[in-house]
């Protein structure tokens, strides 16, 4: 906790979801996690020993688990244990772990299809110990040239993708604790660029928007979806900044008109296209206050923990600086523990995963390999 301006805060730290390199979490990212410092967790492939082996997948996450005794000032609340288990190319876990075919396999299949695939998914990543999935893609597929998303999404129709994200959705959150995230609002189907790598722009008009990139996010607004998560890209017919840093699209329209009230995480903010160069901006280390104050409640640093650290200092300096950012910190603290609250505690489920491989999941998965 902070004191800012006499007001008791949480840490700004709180609001961040951390990804580490190799097995084991570095000793001073450690400490933080154990006394309860961060919301949560991203998780790799590099971040197993063994990532295609179901039980030290398990023991792995055991491992990381056990330094976790949150500070007795803090709430406890079971942290953000995710990976991103989308099937096809986004998909961390393989070998004894079901390897899914991509999502736009199911865009001719039957929704029930898609929510026994979503509950097959979250049976074997709680067995693992995870407790928050970075799925399903709600982005749709209208541009061939797109480098990123394509056959992750469910479908170049918005009205059938939906149906089959949300199916596969009730499917992955009928397992008690875990929890999906609908990305990369409002849309990153179109796009001919890789936010990885630079800032993609989309000239689509508001109303087509409206029609298909947002159409799958109003009917996950209305299924009281509890976590989203923003694209970075631009789309000009709205705002010149990303999505991201845009209040336009995160207050304005998803907040006030879309009426959304759950949890919203930033896309990785290592990532490219919110770096200093393709923002045109000298330091970068403010963007997660532009995020913040634009509609953001949790962030994602994926990569490096020296970004991580000045956006942490960054945050710290405008709080004492503006009463609006800690509104912001307090309002998105409140959100990350309501949804942190509905989490399993992230340990693995032994007896399920002396199971692996699933033989009925193999079964499954033949219904829609291409």
Not at 48 to 57: E, K, Q
Not at 73 to 100: F, K, M, N, S
Not at 313 to 319: G, M, N, Q, T, V
């Amino acid at each position: 906790m902070y004191i800012f301006k006499e007001r008791r805060l949480p840490s700004p730290a709180e609001l961040f979801i951390v990804g580490f390199h190799g097995p084991r979490l570095p000793d001073a990212l450690a400490r933080r996690f154990g006394r309860g410092d961060f919301a949560g967790l991203i998780f790799f492939r590099r971040n197993f020993t063994a990532p295609d082996d179901a039980m030290a997948i398990g023991d792995d996450l055991e491992a990381v688990m056990s330094g976790y005794v949150p500070d007795p000032e803090r709430r406890v609340l079971p942290p953000i244990l995710a990976i991103d288990h989308e099937g096809g190319r986004v998909q961390r876990l393989r070998g004894q772990v079901t390897v899914w075919p991509p999502m736009m396999n199911l865009a001719d299949k039957p929704p029930e299809l898609a929510e026994s695939v979503g509950r097959a998914m979250a049976w074997e990543l709680a067995a693992c110990g995870f407790n928050v999935s970075f799925a399903p893609v709600l982005d749709v597929h209208t541009n061939p040239a797109n480098p990123i998303i394509g056959d992750r999404a469910f479908g170049t129709d918005p009205d059938a993708a939906a149906t089959r994200a949300l199916a596969y959705l009730r499917g992955l959150e009928s397992e008690p604790g875990l929890r999906g995230c609908g990305k990369h609002f409002p849309g990153h189907g179109d796009t001919e660029t890789d936010s990885h790598l630079t800032l993609p722009t989309v000239r689509r008009d508001l109303e087509t928007l409206k029609a298909v990139e947002l159409l799958p996010f109003q009917r996950s607004i209305a299924a009281r979806i509890g976590m989203l998560m923003t694209a970075h890209v631009v789309y000009s017919a709205v705002d010149e900044r990303p999505a991201t840093l845009s209040r336009t699209w995160l207050h304005d329209i998803l907040r006030t008109q879309l009426g959304y009230d759950g949890l919203l995480v930033s896309d990785d903010l290592d990532m490219k296209a919110v770096t200093a160069g393709q923002l045109g901006i000298s330091d970068d280390s403010g963007v997660v206050v532009e995020s913040l104050l634009a509609g953001c409640d949790a962030f994602l640093f994926c990569q490096e923990p020296e970004r991580l650290q000045r956006a942490e200092e960054a945050l710290i300096r405008a709080a004492e600086n503006s009463s609006t950012v800690r509104d912001r910190i307090a309002e998105s603290a409140a959100r990350l523990q309501r949804f942190r609250s509905s989490l399993g505690g992230g340990r693995p489920i032994r007896e399920r995963l002396q199971k692996f491989p699933v033989p009925e999941h193999l079964r499954l998965r033949e219904q829609f390999l291409p």
